[in-house]
């Protein structure tokens, strides 16, 4: 499967996806192209020290609609099957969603449908959860919305700071991504609408 990942910043869940499928832990699949919306991304450098093709398509100015056109297009031009979100700060437009209809995932560092959006992990502190945690799940024309494929829970500590909290809970958003995109190239789900089937949906 040809996987495209969308960043906007540091990149660790990419890198972690690019060198799970580059060492076959990902049967069959292929980061062909990293794209960010930011010129400067420090993901870009990771991506391209591992040998993957990088893009920067900023907004410049565009509509939402004109900016996602283009990263589609360079996408569906390098036959892309998969899109990865990994730190990608944008909302997709509707036309990019049907583009891959249920084949755009994302990561977000909280158990959704808790704590959406940014500082999900400070948001978690500051609400006094003892429980917090990361989801993988599709996206959709809603902020952290779509179906949910996979979940995983993680211990908040009395001590906890959203930054210790934050790397506690990245050290599980990487193998829970790995996870979730061997069940999804190895055809191991099923989508009856909100619900994702399979095995180990709740890992
Ligand atoms: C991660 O916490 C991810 O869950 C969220 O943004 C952060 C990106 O980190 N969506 P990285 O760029 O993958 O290191």
């Known amino acids: 499967m040809k996987i495209g990942i969308l960043i906007s910043g540091r990149g660790s869940n990419m890198t972690a996806i690019v060198e799970a499928a580059q060492s076959g832990l990902i049967a069959e699949s292929e980061v062909v192209v990293v794209v960010s919306d930011k010129t400067g991304a ?19 100015g565009r509509t939402r609609e004109k900016h ?22 944008r909302l997709l437009s509707k036309d990019f969603i049907r583009a891959f209809p249920n084949k755009i995932i994302n990561i977000h560092p909280s158990l959704l449908p808790s704590f959406k959006g940014l500082d999900a992990q400070k948001q978690a502190i ?10 993988v799940h599709f996206v959709d ?23 210790t909290l934050a790397a506690r809970i990245l050290e599980d958003e990487h193998a829970l991504y790995i996870k979730a995109l061997k069940r999804i190239v190895e055809g191991n789900i099923q989508i009856q609408g ?3 089937l399979g095995k180990s949906a709740l890992t």
């Open 42 to 60: 420090e993901g870009l450098i990771k991506a391209e020290e591992r040998g993957i093709e990088t893009l920067a398509i900023i907004r410049n």
């Open 68 to 89: 996602d056109a283009e990263i589609v297009a360079e996408l569906k031009k390098r036959s892309v099957e998969l899109v990865c979100l990994a730190g990608y700060l």
């Open 126 to 135: 500051d609400y006094g959860v003892k429980v917090s945690g990361c989801t």
């Open 141 to 163: 024309e809603d902020l952290d919305h779509g179906a949910i494929i996979a979940q995983k829970a993680v211990e908040v500590r009395d001590e906890d700071t959203a930054e």
């Open 194 to 196: 909100r619900k994702v």
